[in-house]
């Protein structure tokens, strides 16, 4: 029979670990974009070498599972941090390595393989007659780029990056395999202690479909703010 009481507890308890999920997935949003810029700037301008290697990347992460490549970070990446910090000098062991720090690596790594097409669509979607007339009146890439060119571009991506942001919320999810503690993780650790399962998945479900509401709200408000202006 289905526990009202007990469903009400695990769902206070659940929301006690959102704003460590919400920082996570902030964090993960952040840098798979700065990623993702540099990626679709290389793949824009088609430099030599770096555009062959991105593909490489991308080809890799797109074919590759998260929790294949979460686990493989897991275990690789304090070896290979451990490596390159020898060969530099630096006294640091690797084995210390916070769990947090591989997923948000992990996550953001793939994520920035889509980010990098959300931005490459958005930069494509800018005039082409405007960036020619900034650099007629002397502007520089890097004066364009912040001035004509991400302004715009930000607009026609902002809900392809509340989509991402939903991505990162849910990727965050697969840190209970490696011992991070999220919403998921909490009410898995919740249903394992009490047996009662499908409270406790029902309650994360409703929280994840609450966010996604929620996010997809603020960025309808935002893109027709923008547009109304």
């Not at 964090?27 to 700037?41: D, E, H, N, R, W």
């Not at 897991?74 to 640091?92: C, D, V």
């Not at 809900?159 to 998921?184: E, Q, R, Y």
């Not at 997809?216 to 923008?226: C, G, L, M, P, Q």
Request: glycine share 6%.
């Amino acid at each position: 029979m289905f526990d009202v009481k007990a469903s009400y507890d695990m769902f206070l308890e659940i929301l006690g670990v959102l704003p460590k999920t919400l920082l996570l997935a902030i964090t993960i949003l952040f840098l798979s974009t700065l990623l993702g810029i540099v990626m679709a700037c290389i793949l824009q301008y088609k430099i030599p070498v770096l555009v062959q290697l991105i593909g490489l990347y991308k080809l890799f992460l797109r074919g590759t599972p998260m929790v294949v490549f979460l686990y493989l970070m897991y275990y690789a990446l304090p070896a290979t941090g451990q490596l390159i910090l020898s060969l530099l000098g630096i006294p640091y062991n690797m084995d210390n390595l916070s769990p947090v720090i591989i997923l948000i690596v992990t996550v953001s790594l793939t994520l920035s393989t889509f980010q990098s097409e959300i931005i490459r669509g958005a930069f494509l979607a800018v005039d082409n007659g405007q960036i020619e007339a900034a650099h007629s009146l002397g502007y520089s890439f890097f004066q364009t780029f912040r001035r004509i060119i991400a302004p715009q571009a930000f607009v026609h991506a902002v809900p392809d990056f509340a989509n991402s942001f939903t991505v990162a919320i849910k990727a965050t999810s697969l840190g209970f395999l490696i011992t991070v503690i999220d919403i998921f993780a909490q009410a898995k650790i919740m249903a394992a202690q009490n047996f009662l399962f499908i409270e406790a998945f029902l309650m994360v479900a409703l929280i994840y479909w609450g966010i996604g509401i929620l996010i997809t709200k603020i960025a309808d408000r935002y893109e027709n703010d923008v547009r109304i202006k």
